[in-house]
């Protein structure tokens, strides 16, 4: 364990609701002694502009029309908006009029991806889900304010990394995307990633590492380990929609979040 790390946990595992014997025993750090190669925020500082629980759910409630689906797929594209659309954001009107597997049926919005569209580091998720189909924007709900936290204990928001999912449009009662449907989406998926050119991937959940990655390997085995796509380095972790039934893991996804703090930090 390097010597800051006993600081980042406490104030990780703070972040995601878990209490332990080294919290009390941690002094109170600051997220300059978490992350000394950047300096940010205190964890002060950072946690008075965390929203509270009522704000959040009222930032992940709502539901779209499809008259307004391309704007909405526009800004959460990752760029505001300007007279001329950037890549992004003209890939992200394209695939609105995607209808290339069945999944375009029954879908409310497409879910393209959200932040910054310069990010270093881009989570990938499985799939939307109902509260993304709603929104049209991925990682809302339960799981998108616990992945806010993760993202707070690195010192980062939404704002400062990209975050898609591998297809863009919701599988019926949230089943893993088919075959055919991972080949229909994946010259968005490409294309996407192409255009952010990231310096880091973090796949979350088995689903994602096992499309992205092209095997059908255990997550256990793909986890605390470096792999890669098409040279980006990639890091596989749980999905926080798995940590929140399994919340004895979220010490292990500390431990990932370590390694993908070392590796950005490098």
């Not at 796509?229 to 893991?249: E, K, N, T």
């Amino acid at each position: 364990m390097m010597p800051e790390d006993s600081d980042f946990q406490a104030f990780y595992l703070r972040e995601i609701g878990v209490h332990t014997p080294l919290m009390a025993q941690s002094k109170q750090s600051t997220v300059d002694d978490v992350v000394k190669e950047k300096p940010v925020l205190s964890p002060t500082d950072v946690l008075s502009q965390i929203k509270s629980e009522d704000d959040l759910q009222k930032t992940h409630q709502g539901t779209l029309q499809k008259s307004v689906q391309v704007s909405t797929v526009i800004a959460t594209a990752g760029t505001k908006a300007a007279s001329m659309p950037s890549p992004l954001q003209e890939l992200a009107m394209q695939a609105v009029t995607c209808r290339g597997c069945q999944l375009a049926e029954q879908r409310n919005n497409v879910v393209f991806g959200t932040g910054n569209p310069e990010a270093d580091i881009v989570f990938i998720g499985e799939a939307p889900g109902r509260d993304e189909d709603l929104k049209g924007e991925p990682f809302v709900g339960r799981s998108g304010k616990l992945l806010d936290r993760m993202l707070v204990s690195l010192g980062m928001d939404r704002s400062q990394v990209y975050i898609m999912n591998t297809v863009k449009c919701r599988p019926p009662n949230n089943r893993d995307p088919k075959p055919e449907e991972v080949e229909a989406c994946g010259k968005w998926f490409d294309a996407q990633l192409k255009t952010v050119a990231p310096k880091l991937i973090c796949l979350l959940g088995r689903v994602a590492a096992q499309t992205v990655l092209e095997t059908d390997v255990p997550l256990a085995t793909m986890r605390k380990k470096w792999h890669e796509y098409h040279g980006i380095p990639v890091l596989v972790m749980y999905h926080p929609a798995y940590l929140l039934r399994s919340p004895q893991q979220k010490s292990q996804a500390w431990r990932d979040l370590c390694t993908l703090r070392q590796r950005y930090h490098s």
